[in-house]
């Protein structure tokens, strides 16, 4: 590379993170000031919106060119700036929910810390390095173990702080230990270049120790596993979800699991997802094979476990833990498709794609669940049990209406988005299911269609005791929550339905999104100087 190009790839790398650096000049900024300027929360909340929003504004308006998908450090595909897109736009969500949720001397470390997280989460879909993308993973973890700890200092939250920061360390050092066994079986860490290199240079490549992509499959899965709540890396998120303050609950509900499968989507799906032109030549079907069927064991698992579980949970919080980590469950059963792309255009994307469309349709009922929960909760009536919720119809039936929309979406009810979500999800198990795989695949379908029987059951449940039951207390006057509370809520619940009854445009982005991340682009034509070089030796 002359310094001519390295110059025009760095140029056009920051130009492409500028939303991301502008949101970590603006958290240095607010996390600084605030040591010396005191102000009311509100203003640290206002300035961080306008971050995100300036965030937004520079993603939709950065220049179309992208640098070089084989050297450079990001890619500036249609995964990155969707993925991008909707994460800002959710960041806006939780900051309106978290306005009013921290102490004034508190407030420019923990929004400051938010849009650390933020930045991070949109470094993590567009990484294209090894490294870059386990600095966006730990621009994440960091700043959440803050967040955690700042809103309130009693005993329940320190515990859920310890829990959550050493099992985020250990879920760190499997993850990078994977990424290392990853690197060591090209001696390349760049995910277009490494991809690449596995499915199609057959003379280059012939994986002859094909263990060491064993061995790196599974450490990468156990420790993205802990981000996405998966089985067996559940068992922290019920104790920290009920610890946590229930905006920062709903932070960790959405943003670790958006990322985790994002990430599971360049790394693992990218590079040993099955194709046929390689598949038997370089080993990388024995390879496609094994991470097909340890996801779909982790798939099964982790439906059953997280559903079944639900049932019998009295504590909100909670039971929406063991629900976040049925959703995992769900998203699993995309990436086992993922892992078998079919040789067809149509296939080759579709349990990528299904991932993808989930994961947008999961935010906005999530967050508006959560977000509900959020606006009840009062001193003179606290909402921390599922019989705090009896009667609610009565006395809060715009909010009983925005939660049943959410729950519903959640159960998988049509014309809900959630709906539309587990279709494709199941959709994308039984398009793989031919072949040696297909007792496999509709024992998956299958699965997942009973487990969100189970899950409506709880849902449901939730929907009768708001609308039918008597209310526990009736001396407690109506709870009125602050306008941008009201917005976000009244945004995901509105938007859960209306993707629901025109899904056409999510679908269209997230399968544009889906085979951008698993396309592989050719390689640079040699110029005339390398032509020459090559010769002469």
């Not at 640290?44 to 939709?60: G, K």
């Amino acid at each position: 590379m002359t310094p001519a190009e390295f110059l025009t790839i760095s140029r056009q790398t920051f130009l492409a993170l500028a939303p991301e650096i502008l949101l970590l000049i603006a958290a240095i900024v607010m996390m600084t000031s605030g040591a010396f300027v005191r102000r009311s929360r509100d203003l640290w909340a206002a300035l961080a919106a306008t971050a995100l929003i300036a965030a937004i504004a520079l993603l939709c308006l950065s220049p179309a060119g992208s640098p070089p998908p084989y050297a450079s450090v990001i890619a500036n595909d249609a995964l990155a700036a969707w993925s991008r897109l909707g994460l800002l736009l959710t960041g806006l969500i939780l900051i309106a929910l978290a306005h009013n949720q921290v102490d004034d001397h508190r407030a420019p470390e923990f929004f400051g810390a938010l849009l650390i997280v933020f930045a991070g989460a949109a470094c993590v879909t567009a990484a294209n390095e090894l490294i870059f993308l386990f600095v966006g993973l730990e621009l994440v973890s960091i700043p959440t173990y803050l967040l955690l700890y700042l809103p309130r200092r009693n005993p329940t939250t320190q515990e859920a702080v310890t829990k959550y920061f050493y099992l985020s360390i250990f879920s760190s050092a499997l993850l990078l230990f994977g990424l290392a066994y990853l690197y060591g079986l090209t001696g390349l860490s760049n995910l277009k270049a490494l991809a690449y290199l596995i499915h199609w240079n057959n003379a280059a490549l012939q994986l002859p120790q094909p263990t060491f992509a064993v061995i790196a499959l599974v450490f990468i899965l156990a420790g993205l596993g802990f981000r996405v709540a998966a089985v067996p890396f559940h068992f922290y998120a019920p104790d920290v979800y009920q610890g946590s303050p229930t905006v920062l609950a709903a932070l960790l509900a959405w943003v670790p699991k958006a990322i985790g499968f994002v990430a599971l989507v360049r790394v693992l799906a990218a590079t040993f997802g099955w194709q046929p032109v390689a598949a038997e030549v370089s080993g990388l079907s024995s390879i496609s094979d094994r991470a097909t069927l340890l996801t779909a064991i982790l798939a099964i698992a982790t439906m059953t476990l997280g559903n079944t579980v639900a049932l019998a949970q009295d504590n909100l919080k909670r039971l929406l833990a063991y629900s976040s980590i049925a959703h995992a469950g769900y998203l699993l059963i995309g990436l086992a498709a993922a892992f078998r792309n079919g040789p067809e255009a149509s296939q080759a994307v579709l349990g990528a794609d299904g991932i993808i469309f989930y994961l947008a349709t999961y935010a906005l009922m999530t967050l508006g669940a959560f977000g509900v929960i959020l606006a009840l909760d009062a001193p003179s009536r606290p909402v921390e049990r599922v019989d705090d919720l009896a009667g609610l119809a009565r006395t809060q039936p715009w909010a009983t209406l925005a939660l049943t929309l959410c729950l519903l979406s959640l159960a998988g009810i049509p014309p809900l988005a959630g709906f539309w979500g587990k279709l494709r999800i199941f959709q994308s198990a039984l398009e793989v299911a031919r072949g040696p795989d297909r007792s496999l695949f509709l024992i998956l379908a299958t699965a997942g269609a009973l487990n969100a029987a189970i899950a409506a059951y709880y849902y449901l449940r939730l929907i009768v005791l708001m609308i039918f039951r008597d209310p526990i207390t009736t001396d407690s006057p109506p709870h009125h929550a602050p306008w941008p509370t009201i917005l976000a809520i009244g945004a995901c619940a509105s938007l859960s339905l209306l993707l629901g009854i025109l899904p056409a445009p999510l679908a269209t982005v997230s399968r544009q999104a889906a085979r951008s991340a698993l396309e592989l682009p050719p390689p640079p034509a040699p110029t005339p100087a390398q032509i020459a070089h090559a010769t002469a030796n």
